[in-house]
């Protein structure tokens, strides 16, 4: 859903929140409106508010639970690290966590999923020639694949049904 719902935004600065605007003119009236919104913008002492309940309503109870063991961790660690570093290392840790967990997933897919003989789907891994120009060496290119029967393989030659 949309930050506003659907509604569009209204600007509550007025037309005294350009430079431009005010360099105009004002009246007292105005002066006196940007005055207490100036004021207003100022936040108290203890601001900002931890509601705790406003939160636990605002969240996901699957988001919470994922959540849980970071929080945790770094709730007391907290009094040490103070709030703002403890906030950036918990962020940091459940980014890098999450790339450490997709990484491991590519690789176990690759390893004992991937595409051969054996499956219809999947992912099939090729690859390319190397470009050999004259004047290289190793010109021209010569493939290590011997005979026809070494092409489109797919690994089954090296299974006990494709070995003689």
């Known amino acids: 859903m949309a930050q506003t719902a659907g509604v569009k935004p209204m600007a509550i600065a007025g037309r005294v929140a350009s430079e431009r605007e005010r360099c105009i003119g004002m009246t007292d009236a105005e002066r006196a409106w940007r005055?207490?919104?100036?004021?207003?913008?100022?936040?108290?002492?203890?601001?900002?508010?931890?509601?705790?309940?406003?939160?636990?309503?605002?969240?996901?109870?699957?988001?919470?639970?994922?959540?849980?063991?970071?929080?945790?961790?770094?709730?007391?660690?907290?009094?040490?690290?103070?709030?703002?570093?403890?906030?950036?290392?918990?962020?940091?840790?459940?980014?890098?966590?999450?790339?450490?967990?997709?990484?491991?997933?590519?690789?176990?897919?690759?390893?004992?999923?991937?595409?051969?003989?054996t499956k219809k789907g999947g992912w099939r891994m090729t690859r390319t020639k190397p470009m050999v120009l004259p004047g290289q060496p190793g010109f021209p290119y010569k493939s290590e694949r011997c005979k026809d029967s070494d092409y489109a393989d797919r690994g089954f030659s090296k299974s006990v049904f494709g070995s003689k």
């Open 35 to 117: 005055k207490q919104w100036l004021k207003d913008q100022v936040l108290a002492s203890n601001e900002p508010v931890h509601v705790e309940e406003y939160w636990r309503e605002r969240t996901n109870p699957i988001r919470r639970i994922y959540r849980k063991p970071l929080d945790v961790l770094f709730t007391t660690l907290a009094p040490v690290l103070g709030q703002q570093r403890a906030a950036d290392y918990r962020y940091i840790t459940g980014k890098l966590g999450l790339i450490a967990v997709g990484v491991l997933a590519v690789h176990y897919y690759f390893k004992y999923q991937g595409n051969d003989w």
